[in-house]
């Protein structure tokens, strides 16, 4: 009587390290009804997608402009389908789009679950206060899949 | 020309008895085209779930902000997913988180069943006011499914 | 390159006439992809269900009352499920119920394709004036409903 | 501590009674925070304003659509502005546009109050059911809204 | 910097203490721009006004239903005008219609403030989870309320 | 891990040339998981279809008003089932109604991509700067939705 | 008991004739409790204002966008705070921008009335439909809002 | 005929700089309509104000998290409060919550202006393309908001 179908779960956020294919892993094992979204995660295509099809731009800022767009046609399309969201801050980088995703979800009232190291609390209590939980690996992550969705 | 396809039908509130099987029951027996979507009925695992994910807490309060994280997670996305919201109170336990569902599915406009004996009623009014009807016994559930879904 | 899977259009109002078959009918001879959604209309069954599954009631206000929050949990259901709403009205009774969906529909953005005589017209202007169109004939909420999903 | 600024109060429905007047004294004597919006109860004003403002037409389907439209500007704003609706049922004429309002303001989540005889009862039951009071008496309708506005 | 006009608070929940009293008085002292709403406190009235505005009923059930819609005419209003919604449980009665304020208030996305004793924390950690921050005295919502609205 | 299911995608806008039939081609070759959804684009079929299946009218703007919403009940139904939104703007005609399409569309919180030569680019702004993307070619379009769907 | 407040009405579409100035006047002769708002009017200053206040862009693309993302903050707000939108085609330029306005109003409800020459008829066909009334001059318009605030 | 009464303009973000303070005064100077809404700008109070009003805690992560709470409580109300919102990245901290305010008045529907110095450009595309503008000065978004709100 647990599950109502399949879930469309969209992980959000880092894309240099392993952890949505740990999750993929995890959720393939566990033989889990759900679906994962995900942008974009190789990340010169990323920056390059808006000059690679609509064409080269001279300034920084609308070739980021239109590479942006392109992927937000992804990334908003995939936030609106999903039924919970997954955001992963890992160390490198600003990451203020995984947070622009968290601020969307919880707008939309999509459950959100976040995804870091310990260190990282402080600054992330306005995000982590948003979401339903927090996590420290992905393999928790797929815990808290395998209880939402089949768990009798 | 009576139905739309498969309605997920959310069953919440009581965990202590059987009533989600005997609707379950009752539903497949009349082949309805009903997908029945309900909590953790499984009331250790219920509480536990959060420390046991992520990990333990020493404060009882944090303890089951995080549980009731987890399964907020489920429920929340449930709620969402479902057309109609039954919503079961028993006699043990306060359940106040049966009556949260309640409100928070009439907020979003679903259609709701209540279910429980004659002797909650003064204490249930404000509830059983948002409901579009109040039974007394699973098998009545089980005709209002089958009067919604495929009577012609 | 027209359709976008199956439609679900919900045929509300009188329930004393074939006008439903004829529409079923008629998608069913042009292979369209709908598919038909409508309210209870065995008159009374509709009438007694309240009664019927959860006990009698000696005021008829309140027979009435459950007998219309059960074919609520239908209507308001088939109505949110809908892609476009079509609305009958015949020579017979008032059928407040059928402007009430009407209305409902209108609220929440859904196509309305009204049904009913010319010697109507005036009486329901204002509902009409929310209809994106007025038929007739079941024919011709047929010929709608083929130009709307399949005709290239 | 009772109240939250004035109230908005939309009288729909029947215009050949001073149903309206008898709130609107009642609202007056009791010294309530609500203001009254209704539409225009002038009924040859209402048929005409259509082709009296913009034009004449042949036809008088679409002298009526014409009308209906322009009463559509103001009754559809009044519905989004007001708090609670209130929809009176009389004995003369039809009166879909008052079922068409009261499904529009249910779909829109406003608190619904019926005005009618008892001898409508069973043909308004649907309404009724999507309301939160049903009175006989304009004065139960003041009642009503000194409760919900002033009440400590 | 800090306001934005004057906030709309509404205090659901137990009707037999001095909370509500204490938070006004707290306001009133610190001057803050919050208007406080609150459902009917006088118990007897809530319980029986269904009854006496509308007309008596044999049924204990139905005379329940009259006076809960009556009173929800006012609540359900108040939730949709508050900013933000406080809920208080105390140690009597079950008090169901302030856990499904809650729900109804966490579904439209309204900020929520808890206030009980901390014996109640285990039974209310659904709702908990669902509040924005839990508060044992009416004076730590006073100064919440005074940190949303006047802190620089 | 890239898609979540078949991506509905409308293609609102210039009817007179080949612009659909070049995205179609290019989504089928490319086996991306679209399903295309367009209006009537036969333009004296979508002229004639009011006064086709409802009957005649002898002024031309209720014969264009009937037509505009059998039309309408096609285009509303497509633009709410759409995830993207592609609007093409050719060099013939005023195709206000492509423009209609983007404001519904950009309201509705739909990702939009619009498709014109770029000499329409200041009369456009207003409409470019609501869209993700603006492309010149069909193939940069599909170039757009293969990124969208399946790109890793 | 006619109005509700004053009224927002925004005037959408066409700056280069006075019809916007002949709505005033006829609000202000007729003291209707109406606040026109309107997009900047200056032709000039909307096309520069991006570059005017966010400094120079080389491309005419990225200097309308800048320009039209400005006026957007102008236009978008005013479009939520309407009650009632305007919408004004005139016989020079594209006007695109006026189409995507009315739909942007369609989507969130909002009435919309038209307002051009009889000879525009069937290219606006499609925003005619959509509109509750189509007027071909102010006059028109300022009975319409007339009617809609204060007649009796 | 410029303006619509008093905006309300959100100011998220960076605490650490003057930015706020400059827009306080040529809005003031200006003149404009626009009350301007933000957070606790005094770091260590919004750091200690869930462990003040609510009691110590003694792990860090818990803390945080009452902290948030309650300045959510704030921040929330505000956001949906504001017409417009405006959000500054600083060159110190991660600012996470900025980028969530971001995306949760996205979701929202709300106007966004994004501030920060041009080195930021790479890091906040997803953010800026997200916006209806960027600037790098306060004074710069005065000037925004001043033709928004008064500019004829």
Known sequence: MAGG?????????EIHSDWRR???????EAGLPVKLLAPVTDHPASDEVGVEILGPEREGFWKDHKGAGVNAVRTQTMLRQ???VVVRFGDRF????????????AALGKPIVTLHDAELTHALKEIDRAALATAETPEQVVEILRYATVKE
Do not use: P
């Open 5 to 13: 179908g399949t879930w469309n779960v969209y992980l959000a956020g």
């Open 22 to 28: 740990r999750i993929a892993d995890g959720v393939e």
């Open 82 to 84: 999903a039924d919970v």
């Open 94 to 105: 600003r990451q203020w789009n995984a947070a622009f995703d968290a601020g969307f979800a």
